[in-house]
């Protein structure tokens, strides 16, 4: 009978080998779970949290809310906040892509669709959200959905234009060697739109997503803390709270509000924002040239999870051979069009065309409604609202142009510097993310000491909504300026003002043209509450449109509503056709680094 060998005794050498290789496969177990467990805990705590949310919106409808100023009650606020925020992004974001490629691939409903935009910057909330108001309330009564889907629109509202602007600026701006490259590789729409377009758009998208974010708080507080005559329309929020601390004259709750808001802002910069800036370097457009490159704590760690890895892995492309890889010019195969492709472009076109009489017929309706109210309108009323235009107006140029002083240069420091992007980054995310209006009591307060009229004031108030939408937009075209045009300036030695004006200028000035846009518009939209302030109970206003839309609403005047809202609008379109779309064209045709 055969017996089994006797086992060999294992030397120093092969037991330390065995040891060492155990230890390791134990460190990275542990290392890896820890990871994991923390990403799954996070998921279960949002999936609670979203459950406690969708509790709050269908839960049944109260007459009015009582705001609680503890600061135990804030966690709760903050969060309903916050999931109003990402909702309002996530309808942004849906609306930048559809309307950015309609009025960039339709060249017939663009002479539409960017004047309408240009229109919807431009007007307040006020201007539209009592009639969304009492609609929504009246299709869900027994709940609080409609409540919440106004405030969802609302933040909506201040996110959704700066970032379509950018979309459809990057879109018009695509270099014509690339979309050559598209048409020789054979891209269909799809395939265009995402190894092309949107990832060419990606730098500019997100800095203005996070301009949309910091948009979006800004009316906060109208939001949140509607009221419409007699009726209280306020929702639990970090809105509403700052809103009912600062009508308290509660130091303290203000001081625990702003707190929270801090905390909030730095936490969605670090966890969503900052990763996002990081992940869209690598499509930038250049051939060359050695950066510092950017990093980001939580996507590294993010990256280090074995799940996260799992997934990539997962839904990894496929390795191609070489030969399949090459273009199709290089083999002998003459173009062809096929009939699926006719087929699709008629369908877009169809599609486009009846969409365009949908939106002309709606606007139409619009307009007939809106006369229905202008007749109640008197002519010295009429006279009023113009003089009152022409002031905002002057504010408005006024604050965008001290905006444009001290942005321009900053947001090129910033930008053209990764190192001081990564540490500027949340300090500027803080500040354009903070709602202005609650600080305006204190800027007030300063104004009372200093005896600056309201008249003067509402100048300040503006600049503080105004010109974060010029900074982010340099800062991001400062980062898209390709490395090896920087190289070349370097290598010539061109220094001061010669690079400013030949290669920073030229490289950030699309970019600069859709922040003074979108600052333009949200000046506008801002003039709602640095014309019509209301602190401790007392109300200021100033001689402008703003304080007459506010006052309007307030008193739920909506003849005097209306045609304040409507002269804007036309303001705005006027001012746009003779200043902003030119300076558009100067963008395309002049100062852009691929014509």
């Keep these: 009978m055969l017996m089994p060998p006797s086992p060999q005794p294992q030397s120093p050498f092969q037991i330390k080998k065995i040891w060492g290789e155990a230890t390791g496969f134990l460190s990275r177990y542990q290392k890896i779970w820890w990871i994991?467990?923390?990403?799954?805990?996070?998921?279960?705590?949002?999936i609670f949290g979203m459950i406690n949310v969708a509790g709050e919106w269908t839960g049944v409808h109260r007459p009015a809310v009582e705001i609680d100023l503890s600061p135990w009650a804030l966690p709760k606020y903050t969060f309903y906040s916050l999931c109003r925020g990402m909702m309002a992004y996530i309808l942004s974001f849906i609306f930048t892509i559809a309307y950015g490629y309609w009025a960039a691939k339709d060249h017939i409903a663009e002479k539409v669709l960017i004047p309408m935009l240009d229109i919807m910057q431009s007007i307040p909330v006020l201007g539209f959200m009592p009639p969304l108001m009492l609609a929504m309330v009246a299709i869900f009564p027994n709940s609080n959905i409609g409540l919440e889907l106004v405030a969802v629109i609302m933040i909506f509202t201040g996110q959704v234009w700066n970032m379509t602007f950018s979309f459809y600026q990057s879109l018009r701006s695509i270099p014509m060697y690339l979309q050559e490259a598209a048409a020789i590789y054979r891209f269909n729409w799809f395939s265009k739109a995402t190894k092309l377009e949107i990832p060419f758009s990606a730098i500019g998208l997100i800095w203005n997503s996070m301009m949309s974010m910091a948009g979006g708080w800004f009316f906060l507080t109208v939001s949140?803390?509607?009221?419409?005559?007699?009726?209280?329309?306020?929702?639990?929020?970090?809105?509403?709270?700052?809103?009912?601390?600062?009508?308290?004259?509660?130091?303290?709750?203000?001081?625990?509000?702003?707190?929270?808001?801090?905390?909030?802002?730095?936490?969605?910069?670090?966890?969503?924002w900052r990763p996002m800036v990081v992940w869209g370097?690598?499509?930038?457009?250049?051939?060359?040239?050695?950066?510092?490159?950017?990093?980001?704590?939580?996507?590294?760690?993010?990256?280090?999870?074995?799940?996260?890895?799992?997934?990539?892995?997962?839904f990894k492309p496929k390795q191609v051979n070489s030969t399949e890889a090459m273009p199709p010019s290089d083999k002998p195969v003459t173009p062809v069009v096929t009939g699926n492709r006719d087929a699709?472009?008629?369908?877009?076109?169809?599609?486009?065309?009846?969409?365009?009489?949908?939106?002309?017929?709606?606007?139409?309706?619009?307009?007939?409604?809106i006369f229905e109210l202008f007749i109640k309108v008197h002519?010295?009323?009429?006279?009023?609202?113009?003089?009152?235009?022409?002031?905002t107006l002057g504010r408005v140029l006024v604050a965008v142009g001290l905006s444009a002083v001290w942005t321009i240069p900053v947001g090129l420091w910033i930008g053209l510097s990764p190192r001081l992007s990564r540490i500027a980054q949340p300090f500027v995310q803080v500040a354009a993310s903070f709602p202005a209006p609650m600080l305006f009591s204190y800027i007030i307060f300063m104004m009372h000491?200093?005896?600056?009229?309201?008249?003067?004031?509402?100048?300040?108030?503006?600049?503080?909504?105004?010109?974060?939408?010029?900074?982010?937009?340099?800062?991001?075209?400062?980062?898209?300026?390709?490395?090896?045009?920087?190289?070349?300036?370097?290598?010539?030695?061109?220094?001061?003002?010669?690079?400013?004006?030949?290669?920073?200028?030229?490289?950030?000035f699309p970019y600069l043209v859709t922040g003074m846009v979108t600052s333009a518009g949200g000046t506008w939209n801002a003039s709602i509450v640095a014309e019509y302030v209301t602190d401790k109970g007392q109300t200021l206003t100033a001689f402008g449109l703003g304080s007459q839309i506010s006052d309007a609403a307030s008193k739920a005047d909506y003849p005097?509503?209306?045609?304040s809202v409507v002269v804007m609008s036309l303001m705005v379109v006027a001012f746009n056709r003779l200043v902003w779309k030119r300076l558009y064209r100067l963008a395309e045709e002049k100062y852009s680094l691929s014509k």
């Design 560 to 563: 005097m509503l209306a045609a």
């Design 449 to 508: 000491i200093f005896g600056i009229p309201l008249n003067w004031g509402a100048i300040a108030l503006m600049i503080l909504g105004a010109q974060w939408y010029i900074l982010f937009n340099v800062m991001a075209g400062a980062m898209a300026i390709p490395s090896d045009l920087l190289e070349a300036a370097r290598m010539y030695r061109i220094t001061g003002w010669q690079r400013f004006t030949k290669v920073y200028l030229p490289g950030i």
């Design 36 to 46: 994991d467990l923390v990403l799954l805990f996070g998921l279960i705590g949002l």
């Design 224 to 272: 949140e803390a509607f009221q419409l005559g007699d009726k209280d329309f306020r929702l639990p929020g970090l809105g509403s709270y700052m809103s009912v601390a600062a009508d308290k004259g509660d130091d303290w709750a203000k001081l625990y509000g702003v707190i929270a808001m801090i905390t909030m802002i730095v936490a969605l910069d670090q966890l969503l």
């Design 379 to 391: 002519a010295d009323q009429w006279q009023l609202i113009v003089l009152e235009a022409l002031a």
């Design 281 to 314: 370097q690598k499509f930038r457009v250049e051939e060359g040239g050695a950066e510092e490159g950017m990093n980001s704590w939580f996507l590294d760690f993010i990256y280090r999870s074995q799940i996260i890895q799992f997934f990539q892995n997962l």
């Design 344 to 369: 699709n472009a008629r369908l877009s076109q169809i599609i486009s065309i009846a969409a365009f009489i949908a939106l002309l017929g709606l606007m139409a309706f619009g307009a007939y409604k």
